[in-house]
């Protein structure tokens, strides 16, 4: 059975940096997309990054140019390296991952999840 455990959530001041992990358990498949993904209270869940088998990246346009997404195989462990935090990105942030060739964007591309550390930036 598949298991995400994400850790790494925190309390930090507009402009800090946070970096969020996913250990990944109970798959052995050469082929996968892994995702980040956060929901802020009173709205959807949205996609943040994602990661392919092949290492092609994907970034939300809010995102871009301050998290990177990134993969340890060795280890079974995504992170995601957040710098010049937003208070608008306070959320609770999520791990998925599915086992495709081509990563999908939305949540409903993702058939598992982890339980969610909550992110908060303070202005």
């Known amino acids: 059975q598949v298991q995400l455990v994400e850790s790494g959530g925190g309390s930090v001041q507009s402009g800090g940096s946070l970096r969020l992990s996913c250990a990944i358990f109970?798959?052995?498949?050469?082929?996968?997309?892994m995702g980040w993904f956060r929901q802020a209270p009173g709205k959807e869940r949205e996609a943040v990054a994602t990661?392919?088998?092949?290492?092609?990246?994907r970034y939300a346009d809010s995102v871009k140019g301050r998290f990177t997404i990134s993969q340890d195989n060795a280890k079974n462990t995504l992170f995601l390296q957040m710098n010049s935090l937003r208070p608008e990105g306070t959320a609770m942030y999520y791990c998925?991952?599915?086992?495709?060739?081509?990563?999908?964007w939305g949540p409903g591309a993702f058939n598992y999840w982890g339980q969610g550390t909550q992110v908060n930036v303070s202005s």
């Open positions: 990661i392919d088998s092949d290492g092609t990246t």
């Open positions: 998925a991952a599915d086992f495709v060739r081509f990563c999908g």
């Open positions: 109970g798959y052995s498949f050469s082929t996968y997309c």
